[in-house]
């Protein structure tokens, strides 16, 4: 069992950064890929981010390609979430999660149910 503890969430005026961070519980952080999904009120959970086992391959929704960017420092076992430029519509739950594979194949990671392992979540509030 991996615990995911999702943290850095917080209030934030449009045009702002804020940096998530996702700690896991296990000593082989680096054969799990990472990703970040978020979910608004009243909408389904979606892809934002994820990035293979090593770093080597990252992808990126749309809607944040260019303002957000995913990294991981396996050392720490931590996965971070920079996010710039934010927009009001960036307001949402944001959770980390983790499926275990050493692909650099990304496709899985986009899907919710593609997932082994999901954090609690942190609240991302931008204002306008």
């Known amino acids: 069992q991996v615990q995911l503890v999702d943290s850095g969430g917080g209030l934030v005026q449009a045009g702002g950064s804020l940096r998530l961070s996702c700690e896991a519980s296990t000593r082989t952080f680096n054969t799990y890929a990472m990703g970040w999904f978020r979910q608004a009120p009243g909408k389904e959970r979606e892809s934002v981010a994820a990035?293979?086992?090593?770093?080597?391959?990252?992808v990126y929704a749309d809607s944040v390609r260019g303002r957000f960017t995913i990294s991981r420092n396996n050392a720490k076992n931590t996965v971070y979430l920079q996010m710039t430029s934010l927009k009001p519509e960036d307001t949402a739950v944001y959770y980390c999660?983790?499926?275990?594979?050493?692909?650099?194949?990304?496709?899985?990671?986009?899907?919710?149910?593609?997932?082994?392992?999901w954090g609690e979540g942190t609240l991302v509030t931008v204002s306008s």
């Open positions: 999660a983790a499926r275990r594979t050493i692909t650099q194949d990304l496709g899985i990671m986009t899907r919710v149910d593609g997932m082994d392992y």
């Open positions: 990035i293979s086992w090593n770093g080597g391959s990252a």
